[in-house]
């Protein structure tokens, strides 16, 4: 190693400010799951805090709070990946299909517009449509002689609308990487294909899907792999403190937050943290392993 | 030849092929029109939904809520907000950090990726894991808070919504993909010349990854812009509240007209939805306005990230 470094060291030097600050932020914080079995007190620091044993682990199980917010972490990342990936696909497949270009361009830059605004900005459109007394949705049904339905305090619709939300920002940016990947497809494969009479349709059915199948896998492992991961900026940003829609929407991500910066308790913050690292690094050695095996060329690692 | 023209190749082979024209083909080809129509009006709609309601008049806000036609044009809600002093100090953040960050983050992100893809160096592997790991398993909220601040004490510091985001593992591997496909010889006359690894890298390999370069600039960049939990932890002092928790600050607090910050004895009248609309335009403008020009840097640089990373 040391041999290494002093042979190679202007490359070392290039790397040294990236990996000073791979350290300092993301090793140096993994120290806090230190706290999860900790007394931790402020003044103390982590190190000068009484060890606690798994008294944190114990609190945090015997409550119901850990399944009510694991479910619906995994349960919406789910739903977000399920829906995505039918809606990205097809976008993919017609998007491909379509013969004048000009149009096809311009489909192109308009589904994946969505994807470059914050999540702040996707809060405010929502609220804009949802709002119970002038929200367009509400004024909508109002107009036909429906009734109108208070969203902020229903929590059985979130995990649809949340749903929605993740599909609109995100279907058109996965369509163009699957679209990318439709492109480097052979028109071989195409000619020959219809050569032999099949029409559009069967062309999508036994060429396009069947090739798109390593990216459509990597790409859902990368996702499954965080699936114990919530979207903080987009559940936090749409839902905030909203207590009443809880039920369906908090997920651990938010439940840290909400454990750290408005109960102050480091502990029971980091012992939830730390439960969700480990679940998330077990599922995706798991997935991983099963990639391994069914198709060695799309594993990650 | 980009992706964008790459793929308009394969459309014009396809296209100068027969076309089908049976019933269920047509029937498909009309769907297939339908449904991308569908999708890009809903893509589409809420944006216009809120630039037309920011240049609607407060009344007519209030009585129709939002429209597709304006009812009553106006600029109030602009004249507004820029009148306050909170729209120029937010937009000076958010432009202070975006611009700082991302130069900071693509220096930074590009000599680590260059350390990772070179084949010179016998450790990469072990390095590239240590990376890796970082995306596999998360620091946790608390230690990342403790880190920032208190350890490094940045609460309220600018430097707290630039530091965290410098090196993201995602962009470094997107970067490697790009430096293993730059030709090695490229080196070897260098190295022959006697230049260092470092003049290399800046003479050399710098310039040809240009264009890589640029796409992860614009990924850094974009993350900056719209970047609001950095803030929501770390910053509570307004006078570097970021564009986004601007837009927060207005949509919950419930004295927004004392946070825009406008002369009280200007005696204007308040828009309160227009104010909010307005801000949120000005902070997705710039994206609309340089969306169309970097587009395909994005898509690059996400095809690359996603089928080779």
Known sequence: MIRDIVKNKSLYLLALPGFSFLVVFAYVPMTGHLIAFKDYRVSEGIWGSPWAGLEKFRLLFESDKWIQVTLNTLYLNLLFIVFSLIVALTLAVFLNEIRWAVWKRLAQSIVFLPYFVSWMVVSFIVFALLNTSDGLVNRTLARIGADTVSWYSSPQYWPLILTAIYVWKFAGYKSIIYLAAITGISGEYYESARIDGANRLQQIWHITLPLLRPTVIILTLLSIGRIFYGDFGMIYGIVGDNGVLFPTTDVIDTYTYRMLRHLGDFGMSSAIALYQSVMGLIVILIFNGIVRKVDNDSRLF | ?309
């Open chain 2, 1 to 309: 030849m980009t992706e964008v023209e790459a793929m308009d190749n394969t459309v014009g082979r396809r296209s100068s092929i027969r076309q089908d024209t049976s019933w269920p083909e047509k029937g498909f080809h009309w769907f297939i029109h339908g449904f991308i129509a569908a999708f890009a009006l809903i893509s589409f709609i809420p944006f216009w939904l809120v630039v037309i309601g920011s240049f609607t008049a407060e009344q007519s806000l209030r009585t129709n809520g939002y429209q597709l036609f304006p009812t009553q044009f106006s600029l109030y809600a602009y004249q507004y907000v820029l009148a306050g002093k909170q729209i120029a100090t937010s937009y000076g953040v958010t432009v202070t950090v975006t611009v700082v960050g991302t130069l900071l983050a693509v220096l930074v992100t590009s000599t680590y990726a260059y350390f990772l893809a070179h084949r010179k160096v016998k450790y990469r592997n072990v390095f590239s894991f240590l990376t890796y790991f970082t995306m596999l398993f998360g620091s946790g909220l608390v230690g990342y808070y403790l880190l920032i601040a208190n350890w490094l004490g940045l609460k309220d510091s600018i430097l707290a919504l630039i530091l965290p985001y410098v090196l993201n593992p995602f962009y470094a591997f997107i970067m490697v993909a790009f430096y293993r496909n730059i030709p090695y010889e490229l080196n070897e006359a260098a190295i022959i010349d006697g230049a260092n690894d470092i003049t290399i890298f800046f003479r050399i390999i710098w310039p040809v990854a240009t264009p890589s370069i640029a796409t992860i600039s614009l990924f850094y960049a974009l993350v900056y812009w719209n970047d609001w939990w950095l803030a929501l932890l770390f910053i509570d002092k307004h006078e570097l509240h970021p564009l986004q928790i601007m837009i927060r600050q207005l949509m919950s607090s419930l004295d927004p007209d004392a946070y825009v910050g406008v002369d009280v004895s200007a005696a204007m009248q308040i828009p309160g939805m227009g104010v909010q609309l307005a801000t949120v335009c000005l902070t997705i403008g710039p994206i609309i306005f340089v969306y169309p020009f970097v587009q395909k840097y994005f898509i690059k640089g996400l095809t690359i990230g996603a089928l080779k990373g």
